[in-house]
């Protein structure tokens, strides 16, 4: 479902410029979601301010950061106000996580049925996210499952987001 503007427990979904977007687009299209309009990802929370990952930490920024911008604001069909206020206090915990790119890596070599032992467990235990990543987290530990093939958190892309939760509208 898509908003036209952004409540507390949504997803905001925007692109990122430059070398760094490119980079992204490249991996989500090599995980099997496309060349898609979106790389970037964050939580909306009360009082006009979103939580982010970046790469030098998960923070909390005010919603006119992304003034001008194209953010798509998306939530799973059904989301009550209940369920919102816990993905916000979900959110909360999560300022300061480190950022991972290794995340990325992650992704590709699961979308390639590649096993490495140990991989997940170490990316897990370092306690980094990416983006899209912290969004669903921020869903599972408010008790809302987004993906129903039970997916690691760590293999969700912005592009995986938007196709389950935007695609279609």
Same mark, same amino acid.
């Given at each position: 479902?898509?908003?036209?503007?952004?409540?507390?427990?949504?997803?905001?979904?925007?692109?990122?410029?430059?070398?760094?977007?490119?980079?992204?687009?490249?991996?989500?299209?090599?995980?099997?979601?496309?060349?898609?309009?979106?790389?970037?990802?964050?939580?909306?929370?009360?009082?006009?301010?979103?939580?982010?990952?970046?790469?030098?930490?998960?923070?909390?920024?005010?919603?006119?950061?992304? $003034? !001008?911008?194209?953010?798509? #604001? =998306?939530? @799973?069909?059904? &989301?009550? %106000?209940?369920?919102?206020?816990?993905?916000?206090?979900?959110?909360?915990?999560?300022?300061?996580?480190?950022?991972?790119?290794?995340?990325?890596?992650?992704?590709?070599?699961?979308?390639?049925?590649?096993?490495?032992?140990?991989?997940?467990?170490?990316?897990?235990?370092?306690?980094?996210?990416?983006?899209?990543?912290?969004?669903?987290?921020?869903?599972?530990?408010?008790?809302?499952?987004?993906?129903? $093939? !039970?997916?690691?958190?760590? #293999? =969700?892309? @912005?592009?995986? &987001?938007? %196709?389950?939760?935007?695609?279609?509208?």
């Amino acid at each position: 479902m898509i908003h036209p503007h952004p409540v507390p427990g949504d997803i905001g979904l925007t692109t990122i410029s430059g070398a760094v977007g490119k980079l992204i687009r490249l991996g989500q299209w090599l995980n099997g979601n496309g060349f898609g309009d979106y790389e970037h990802a964050f939580v909306v929370l009360p009082g006009e301010r979103i939580l982010e990952a970046e790469p030098g930490g998960a923070r909390v920024r005010p919603l006119t950061a992304y $003034d !001008g911008a194209v953010v798509r #604001y =998306v939530y @799973p069909p059904g &989301l009550t %106000d209940e369920q919102r206020t816990a993905v916000c206090a979900a959110a909360r915990a999560y300022v300061g996580v480190p950022y991972s790119f290794l995340d990325y890596l992650a992704i590709a070599l699961h979308r390639f049925r590649l096993w490495v032992p140990g991989l997940r467990r170490y990316i897990a235990g370092t306690g980094h996210m990416i983006c899209s990543q912290l969004a669903d987290q921020c869903y599972q530990d408010a008790g809302v499952r987004l993906f129903a $093939d !039970g997916r690691w958190p760590g #293999y =969700v892309t @912005p592009m995986a &987001l938007y %196709d389950l939760l935007a695609a279609d509208t």
